[in-house]
């Protein structure tokens, strides 16, 4: 199932991103967000536990909050879309500023039974943070604990240059932490892929 979202995001394709390094940059609300690039995991999780040192233990609960989008040094960004997903799958378009990500649902994935009628109503929020080491993506897929028969596709332009590396992180909730999952290289047209088998609280940076 594709969103109207969706239908005009591959209609106007992704959108460009600049790469910069975060070096005595000031930016406001008023601009895109830049995907800063990361070499390293020290990099990583100094951008994420800035960014929750800002905003809260739960970044989710900023969606919607219009004031934190005044901050002066901060820029925070956020959306949510959601899909009805059955034998066919589905997809799942988000787009925060200048980053547009799509949560690839394969057929078979949550049923293959197509006479039994089944779906899972699946649901994606985001909030995109950028902090003085870096910019971070916070992901929270719903319906929480789903495990997928098929590993889903999550896919970021980013524009980065080819080899340049971000990491996935998740929220492991039996040590209260976030670990880093994957890492993923930008290919050739900056795009960076990571497999999801699993529902839970991730973060890329």
């Avoid at 591959?10 to 390094?21: Q, R």
């Avoid at 070096?23 to 609300?29: D, H, R, T």
Wanted: hydrophobic share 45%.
């Amino acid at each position: 199932m594709k969103t109207a979202k969706g239908n005009s995001l591959f209609k106007t394709g992704f959108a460009a991103l600049a790469v910069v390094f975060l070096v005595a940059i000031v930016i406001g609300c008023s601009g895109d967000a830049p995907f800063a690039p990361v070499v390293d995991d020290q990099t990583s999780f100094k951008a994420l536990n800035s960014a929750l040192d800002e905003f809260g233990a739960d970044p989710f609960e900023l969606l919607g909050s219009a004031d934190d989008l005044a901050r002066r040094v901060w820029y925070l960004q956020t959306d949510a879309d959601f899909a009805d997903v059955g034998v066919d799958g589905g997809t799942i378009y988000l787009e925060l500023g200048a980053v547009s990500s799509v949560f690839d649902v394969p057929p078979g994935a949550v049923c293959e039974d197509a006479a039994a009628g089944c779906f899972e109503h699946i649901t994606a929020k985001a909030v995109f943070i950028m902090t003085p080491y870096g910019s971070v993506v916070f992901y929270n897929f719903g319906p929480d604990g789903l495990v997928f028969a098929e590993d889903c596709t999550l896919l970021l332009d980013t524009r980065l240059p080819e080899g340049a590396v971000l990491h996935l992180f998740w929220f492991n909730p039996d040590t209260g932490a976030w670990e880093v999952e994957q890492r993923g290289e930008a290919d050739k047209k900056g795009i960076v892929e990571f497999e999801i088998n699993h529902f839970s609280k991730y973060a890329i940076s």
